[in-house]
């Protein structure tokens, strides 16, 4: 699988976009076009799989692999794929990063996991990132939902 060795995240890195056929299964067609589409446009520095764009919440953990390797399989060599890791627990993310990592991510954008709305301290929302962390070399970056929402970050959380 390609990887970009050494990937600093900056710049632009939108989000594909996933299509789905009526039965609800990956339109792979019309998705490797979407990522076509998307990779041809002049200054991206990457683009994002298996994130909100991509109705992770909805996809299976062989979806999320199927959505890296078609992305892998049509942009990879152009531009580094950044893999979103969206569950409610560490084992589970913890898991999602390890697949990432074999399936040639370049980094990984960390979602909150969903009990963090009920609560959560700063030693939670480490120990989530340590656990993610220690399954992967990739650089992790922190999706930073807005403080209302229970997900978000409070400043002294670093």
Known sequence: MPRHVNYVPHGVIPGGAAAFDNDLAIDEASFRKHLRDVASVEGLSAITVNAHSTEVGSCS??????????????????????????????????????????????????????????????QMALAHFKRIADATDLPLIVFQYPLATGQGYPKDTC
Not at 75 to 86: S, T
């Open 61 to 122: 953990f062989e979806e999320q692999r199927r959505v890296l390797n078609i992305a892998q399989d049509e942009i990879g060599a152009k531009l580094p794929l950044i893999n979103g890791i969206w569950a409610d627990g560490s084992l589970e993310a913890a898991r999602l990063a390890r697949m990432a990592t074999q399936g040639g991510a370049s980094a990984l954008l960390v979602f909150p996991p969903a009990p963090f709305t009920l609560g959560q301290s700063p």
